[in-house]
């Protein structure tokens, strides 16, 4: 029995214990844990043996071999990838769905983003690096990795969710981490690791690019078309100075409405304050519209400009 050589006195440790049921105290078993460890499996789950691999059919072997192929990762373990993915739409008792795997590869991407963006910009704040990562391991930019990485080819799903033109972005970002989640359990953390880094690699220094060199003016109007249908104008309101060093006093127009305005050497600069306020300013509207849900706004906008890179 699990921990039987522990005895309180009263026998009180001992008559819970007999409470655990039987399976789990069966499940921990240090020596079949390790054992498991070393042949595929982790974390004390039974490696799936080759009779498993053997019973894949021949047309799920070719998806995963033609995912395999564009993931540049080749499995031990191909049924590891199969559960990958299956969406649970299609799950049964004998097909099971990439739930589990979606949970694992969240902490897993996380993990080793975290790690990794702590290495790589080693004099950023806490709160830039929070900011980059939020961007990088979101729903939209984990999609769009799928779809560039053709998993969405490879993703069986339910015949409901096949019938839409594209799959949502949710599906599509869940799949990149349960692949994420398959590698970690074929072989560990640096193979999943090194899979992350090399498809986010990009991502990230798009982001940190993005923060220093973002046209407002474009984000505010990308947003402002999509999301209002009206295309934001500018309006100088003052000039200070002397003609060899004046100063502008610039607001951004969102329909009638006047919003933030921004000050500057040109009114180019102006106008790119100007917008920048606009923007969190529409943002923060956005959300208290929505339940008054606080938004980091910073990263709603290296969001939008990874957006705007991409579609451009």
Known sequence: MLLQGLRWRKGGFRRRLQAVPSRFARGYNPRRTMANSTNGGTHGEPAI?????QAISEADLLRIRGCEKEIGYRFRDPVLLLLALTHSSIKTADNPSNERLEFLGDSVLGLVMTEFLYNFFQTHTEGDLTQIKSVVVS?????RESER???DHFYSVGKGVVQRKRLPLSLLANVFEAVVAAIYKDAGLEQARRFVVRNLYHQVLAVAENRHKRNYKS???????????????YKVVAEKGPDHSKSFEVVAMVGKRKYRSGSGRSKKDAEQIAARETLKALLRERS????GKAVDVDAAMDEAALTDSSSS
């Open 139 to 143: 729903t939209s930019v984990l999609a």
């Open 219 to 233: 984000l505010l109007q990308q947003w402002a078309q999509k999301e209002l249908n009206i295309t934001p104008t």
């Open 149 to 151: 990485l053709h998993l």
């Open 49 to 53: 043996g080759p009779l498993d691999a």
């Open 288 to 291: 208290a519209a929505k339940g």
